[in-house]
């Protein structure tokens, strides 16, 4: 079946450290991809899409994301993170990649910062 | 920057009741959708709108919703007959698409609709 998949439910870092965030999603063709943010109480912000060209895209408040053809991944990293981005962070595809078309979003990653 | 604008933020509604969303999606936009997100749960297509109808449906958008473009500004969502498993938070979009290499959808903040 068709569908996007985010393993990790909840994730914590510790402010400063690295970040990756897990998104794989299961479509023949090579999708349009997006990463969205959720604060508490907020709408979804966009931080990053991949439509085509290069792999390695870089989106606001320092995150990029990396699109993987082999492994149907693309999976968002920050270097450093801040405490003012602990919040739900959701993958969404695009299947037919035109734009047009409806998004099927991930379960989510909840994300928590420690001092 | 410009951004799609949804109105109400919170509703309150008892069940059996018509409720009606609005959204004003980004103003050169042609295409425009209705998310909904039950909470704790993922985000969930409902419906897609294009040229003034309806260009896709998920299996959730059944006989109940319905979608107008009342103006050249306005796109509603009404709930004819309010459930209380209609509880969520409803997103607005809109999408850039044919307007170069955008072809990016945009949310609004939401309207977080409680039935009891």
């Known amino acids: 079946a068709q569908s996007v998949t985010q393993p990790d439910i909840h994730i914590t870092v510790s402010e400063g450290a690295s970040l990756e965030l897990r998104c794989n999603y299961s479509?023949?063709?090579?999708?349009?991809l997006f990463w969205y943010v959720q604060s508490p109480g907020q709408g979804l912000q966009l931080l990053l899409k991949y439509f085509s060209g290069d792999t390695l895209v870089q989106g606001i408040k320092g995150f990029e994301a990396e699109f993987k053809r082999s492994q149907s991944s693309f999976n968002l990293r920050k270097p450093s993170v801040h405490w003012s981005d602990a919040a739900e962070y959701f993958c969404?595809?695009?299947?037919?990649?035109?734009?047009?078309?409806?998004?099927?979003f991930g379960t989510g990653t909840r994300l928590t910062v420690i001092p | 920057e410009p951004e799609v604008t949804q109105t109400p933020s919170h509703q309150v509604t008892q069940m059996g009741q018509e409720v009606i969303l609005r959204c004003v999606p980004i103003s050169n936009h042609l295409y425009f959708y209705w998310y909904r997100q039950i909470l704790g749960q993922k985000v969930e297509f409902l419906v897609s709108f294009y040229n003034n109808e309806i260009s896709e449906k998920s299996e959730i958008f059944d006989d109940q919703f319905s979608v107008e473009r009342p103006d050249g500004s306005n796109f509603t969502l009404k709930i004819r007959s309010t459930k209380l498993e209609d509880s969520a938070m409803y997103f607005c979009?809109?999408?850039?698409f044919g307007k170069g290499a955008g072809n990016t959808i945009y949310f609004g903040e939401g309207s977080w609709l409680t039935v009891v």
């Open positions: 979009a809109s999408s850039d």
């Open positions: 969404a595809v695009d299947p037919r990649g035109t734009g047009a078309n409806n998004l099927f």
């Open positions: 479509y023949g063709a090579t999708p349009y």
